[in-house]
């Protein structure tokens, strides 16, 4: 179903926080997409955009981590703002890929991340993490990788 609309699963979200399942860094970005308001034909799109596999999705659902739904929840049942869900989102994505493409060198840019309070802040940093993630897998990489953020996240 094309036009189902995909959110996380209370698992899903557990899973954001600990990382109990270890997944792999592509899954986890797809499953960092999962916000509620996109649908499968979406969500494949940004995934291939972000070089994740395909069927990623329906590995995140077999795992119980995602499910159809009508809007994305908040733990406590209250839904998120669209800001808000952008905000996780591209957190998540720039932490994540901080992470999978600089390891221990990315310590002082994953601070940065850290201290952005707003969508703003975040996107006023990706010129900055592109660059770090070109230098350390090469320039192609980093144009990329930013490409594929920003079209998951568009500026808004």
């Not at 996780?88 to 600089?102: A, D, I, K, P, T």
């Not at 980093?142 to 808004?156: D, K, L």
Request: overall charge neutral; hydrophobic content about 45%; charged content about 25%.
């Amino acid at each position: 179903m094309p036009d189902a609309i995909w959110s996380k699963s209370e698992l899903g979200r557990a899973e954001i926080e600990t990382r109990a399942l270890r997944l792999k860094p592509a899954l986890r970005m797809v499953l960092l997409l999962v916000d509620g308001s996109r649908n499968a034909r979406d969500l494949a799109d940004l995934s291939a955009q972000l070089h994740a596999p395909e069927g990623a999705l329906q590995e995140l659902e077999a795992l119980g981590l995602v499910v159809r739904s009508d809007m994305a929840v908040a733990h406590d049942g209250v839904a998120l703002s669209p800001a808000a869900e952008r905000f996780r989102v591209l957190y998540g994505l720039m932490s994540e890929s901080v992470r999978e493409y600089l390891g221990l060198r990315g310590y002082f840019m994953q601070l940065k991340v850290e201290r952005c309070a707003d969508v703003a802040e975040l996107q006023a940093l990706l010129p900055a993490l592109a660059d770090a993630i070109g230098k350390a897998r090469g320039d192609a990489v980093g144009r990329r990788w930013r490409q594929g953020v920003e079209a998951a996240v568009p500026p808004g």
